[in-house]
């Protein structure tokens, strides 16, 4: 792990994260002023020059100053001071469209039943900016699929939405007529195997030459049969060469 030896620098990026700015690093935090040190070190790791941060430099941060501003409990952090957070309110004056991102294998699903609440946050986060919804999105997905929300369609459907700072808005369950989704991209075509070659049919008291019966070589003509009687001539021969060689020695 690298070693990280300003400890204060770090400790005022995390108090303007956490107590001034959340949602301008795509974060929401909870009621107490609590987020996950997970989703916090993934928001930092897109940020350049933190991305070296681990767990490590967030409890350092918090446990080696007396009088650090921030707090961990258990796997949460928060800042002690929040009085400047935008504190969650209700979205009377929402832009025509809002933004999230899903996993590319929630596609169909959001193509066939909406958005529905996929954690348990209560509440789904979107964007007024397609940029950021991305960056939320690349969180849980490489490549993930932007969704566009037509906020009318979805107050008109009973839809009650709240900004979490400027960035940020929640929501609940959103119905599909009320979404703009890109289609299912085309899925590849199965390999067309190579044609086999017909095989001529097989009729009964037929002979069946495979190709092994063949030379290699078109222009190769096929060997002559072998004479059965030239063998026997030979060992005829042999036989008598050998009586001839038993009488001379006699």
Same mark, same amino acid.
């Given at each position: 792990?690298? #070693?990280?030896?300003?400890?204060?620098?770090?400790?005022?990026?995390?108090?303007?994260?956490? !107590?001034?700015?959340?949602?301008?690093?795509?974060?929401?935090?909870? $009621?107490?002023?609590?987020?996950?040190? %997970?989703?916090?070190?993934?928001?930092?790791?897109?940020?350049? !020059? *933190?991305?070296? #941060?681990?767990?490590?430099?967030?409890?350092?941060?918090?446990?080696?100053?007396?009088?650090?501003?921030?707090? /961990?409990? @258990?796997?949460? /952090?928060?800042?002690?001071?929040?009085?400047?957070?935008?504190?969650?309110? =209700?979205?009377?004056?929402?832009? %025509?469209?809002?933004?999230?991102?899903?996993?590319?294998?929630?596609?169909?699903?959001?193509?066939?039943?909406?958005?529905?609440?996929?954690?348990?946050?209560?509440?789904?986060?979107?964007?007024?900016?397609?940029?950021?919804?991305?960056? /939320?999105?690349?969180?849980?997905? +490489?490549?993930?699929?932007?969704?566009?929300?037509?906020?009318?369609?979805?107050?008109?459907? @009973? #839809?009650?939405?709240?900004?979490? !700072?400027?960035?940020?808005?929640?929501?609940?369950?959103?119905?599909?007529?009320?979404?703009?989704?890109?289609?299912?991209?085309?899925?590849?075509? =199965?390999?067309?195997?190579?044609?086999? =070659?017909?095989?001529?049919?097989?009729? $009964? @008291?037929?002979?069946?030459?495979?190709? @092994?019966?063949?030379?290699?070589?078109? !222009?190769?003509?096929?060997?002559?049969?072998?004479?059965?009687?030239? *063998?026997?001539?030979?060992?005829?021969? +042999?036989?008598?060469?050998?009586?001839?060689?038993?009488?001379?020695?006699?």
């Amino acid at each position: 792990m690298r #070693v990280f030896n300003d400890t204060r620098r770090l400790e005022k990026m995390l108090l303007y994260i956490l !107590g001034r700015r959340p949602d301008e690093f795509g974060l929401v935090l909870d $009621p107490q002023g609590f987020v996950g040190m %997970k989703v916090l070190l993934q928001a930092l790791q897109e940020e350049e !020059g *933190w991305r070296f #941060v681990r767990q490590g430099h967030l409890r350092e941060a918090a446990w080696r100053q007396p009088d650090s501003g921030i707090e /961990i409990q @258990g796997a949460a /952090i928060r800042a002690r001071h929040r009085e400047a957070v935008l504190l969650r309110r =209700p979205a009377l004056d929402l832009p %025509k469209r809002l933004y999230t991102a899903v996993r590319r294998r929630s596609h169909d699903r959001v193509l066939e039943n909406g958005l529905a609440l996929g954690d348990p946050t209560g509440y789904l986060v979107l964007s007024v900016e397609e940029t950021m919804a991305q960056r /939320i999105g690349r969180r849980r997905d +490489s490549a993930p699929v932007l969704i566009a929300v037509g906020t009318a369609c979805a107050q008109a459907a @009973g #839809v009650s939405f709240q900004y979490a !700072g400027e960035l940020l808005v929640l929501s609940g369950p959103l119905p599909r007529d009320c979404l703009e989704i890109p289609p299912l991209p085309k899925s590849r075509e =199965p390999a067309v195997p190579a044609e086999r =070659p017909r095989e001529h049919p097989v009729h $009964p @008291g037929s002979v069946v030459r495979h190709l @092994g019966d063949f030379s290699q070589d078109a !222009g190769t003509p096929p060997a002559a049969p072998r004479d059965r009687s030239a *063998w026997k001539r030979d060992r005829r021969r +042999s036989r008598r060469m050998k009586e001839r060689l038993h009488q001379g020695e006699d």
